[in-house]
C-alpha cells in the first residue's frame, strides 16, 4: 500500500492532507525540557517527538506549542532546508500524518517550495530531507517510515492541482488543461506570483516576495513595544492573540491593537500589491486569478478589491497542501 502526503512546511504553519487527515499545526517546537513532564498531553494539547539517536531531538509539538514561552522557529532564513530544527518538524510531520501503526514501506511525499527556489539548490535540499528511511518516536511509540518517492513542485501550483484533480487524482476540471492562472500565494514569509498555463508553470512570470504576514505582526510587536518596553512583545505572540483585538502582556496589562492592526494590513498589503504591480503589468490575458496562502483571508481581502477579477480560493490555507495531496495520488497511479 502506498501513502501518500501532501505536505506544505511554511513559515508560520504546516499544512498535511492524506486519505484520512488534514492537519494544520503551527511551525514551531519546544525543548521538552521547557514544560516538564507533567504538562504533556494534559494541560497543554502536545506531543512528545524524538528521533532515536540523535542527540538533543526531544521535543513537543501540537495545537498549543505556542503557548509554551521558548518555542523554536523554523521560520525562513538562506539555510533552512539544512536547519536542524526543520529537518526534525518535517519527520515529525511525517510520524503525524501516517495512521497509527508501526511500519510504513511504501510513503509518496509531495511538498513545494517557492518560486524563485523551484530548479535550484534548495529544491534538492528539500527533497532529502523526505527520502530515505526514518525512525519518529512519538509519545515513546517508534514509527518507521520509509519514503520511496519525493516530489518537490512549485508551491503555488498546489492549489490549480487542487481545483485540476479530485481526491483520487482522476481530473476533476479540464478546463485547467488551457487556462492561463495567476497564482497569488500569501504565507507567513513570502508572497508567491505563479503563472501557470496549460498546467505549466510559466517561469518568467513567476515572482516572490519577500513580504508576508510575519511583516503585519512585526509591525504590531514594534508598536506594542513603543508604548511599553517592558511588554517584549514579538510577532509569533501577536499572531498567537491576532484574531482578538488586544495585545495581552499579562491579566493586569493589555494594549487594544484595532487601529494598529488595519494600519499593519493596509501597509503590507500596498507593498504586496505595488510588487505585483511591478511584476504583472496587465492581467486581462489571465483567465483566473487566484488568492491563496495562510494570509489569503486578512492580507488578500485588500488585494481583491485593488486587482479585478481576482478571487480567494476555498480553504486558501490549505489548499497547496491539498493539491500536493492530489497530485500524489495522481502520481501513484502513473
Known amino acids: 500500500m502506498t ?18 487527515n488534514e492537519i494544520v499545526l503551527p511551525s514551531f517546537v519546544a525543548r521538552k525540557e521547557e514544560i516538564g513532564d507533567s504538562v504533556i498531553g494534559r494541560s497543554l494539547d502536545v506531543k512528545q517527538y524524538e528521533i532515536p539517536n540523535v542527540k538533543g531531538s526531544t521535543f513537543v509539538w501540537g495545537e498549543d506549542v505556542t503557548k509554551i514561552k521558548d518555542v523554536l522557529s523554523t521560520y525562513g532564513g538562506q539555510n ?43 529544491e534538492r535540499q528539500l527533497r532529502e530531507v ?11 511509540h517508534d514509527k518507521i517510515i520509509r519514503v520511496g518517492r519525493v516530489v518537490v513542485i512549485s508551491q503555488p501550483l498546489g492549489v490549480v492541482l487542487s481545483r485540476y484533480l479530485d481526491d483520487d487524482g482522476y481530473v476533476a ?11 497569488i500565494d500569501i504565507g507567513t514569509g513570502t508572497t508567491d506570483l505563479d503563472h501557470v498555463k496549460a498546467l505549466r508553470r510559466i ?36 499572531e498567537r492573540q491576532f484574531e482578538t483585538n488586544s495585545y495581552e502582556v499579562s491579566k493586569r496589562v493589555r494594549y487594544d491593537i484595532e487601529e494598529i492592526k488595519e494600519v499593519a494590513i493596509e501597509e503590507v498589503a500596498a507593498e504586496i500589491t505595488t510588487a505585483i504591480f511591478q511584476r504583472w503589468k ?28 481576482a478571487v480567494i480560493v476555498d480553504n486558501p490555507q490549505t489548499a497547496n497542501a491539498e493539491g500536493f495531496f492530489k497530485y500524489g495520488q495522481f502520481l501513484k497511479e502513473e
Open 282 to 309: 496587465n492581467f486581462d490575458s489571465f483567465d483566473e486569478i487566484l488568492i491563496t496562502g495562510g494570509g489569503a483571508s486578512v492580507l488578500g481581502k485588500k488585494i481583491e478589491k485593488i486587482i479585478p477579477g
Open 173 to 183: 476540471d479540464d478546463k485547467y488543461e488551457e487556462y492561463s492562472v495567476a497564482v
Open 203 to 238: 517561469n518568467a512570470d513567476c515572482h516572490s516576495i519577500p513580504v508576508g504576514m510575519f511583516d503585519v505582526y512585526k509591525r504590531i510587536a514594534a508598536w506594542v513595544n513603543r508604548q511599553n518596553p517592558s511588554a517584549n512583545a514579538t510577532p509569533q505572540e501577536v
Open 80 to 122: 533552512r532546508y539544512n536547519n536542524d530544527v526543520y529537518q526534525a518538524l518535517s519527520k515529525f510531520a511525517l510520524a503525524e500524518a501516517l495512521p497509527d501503526g508501526d511500519v510504513f514501506d511504501d510513503v509518496l511525499v509531495v511538498t513545494g517550495v517557492p518560486s524563485v527556489e523551484v530548479g535550484t539548490d534548495k
Open 3 to 20: 501513502y501518500v502526503i501532501g505536505l506544505d512546511h511554511g513559515n508560520g504553519w504546516v499544512k498535511i492532507r492524506t486519505a484520512t
Open 130 to 140: 523526505f527520502e530515505g528511511a526514518h525512525i519518529v518516536r512519538v509519545n515513546g
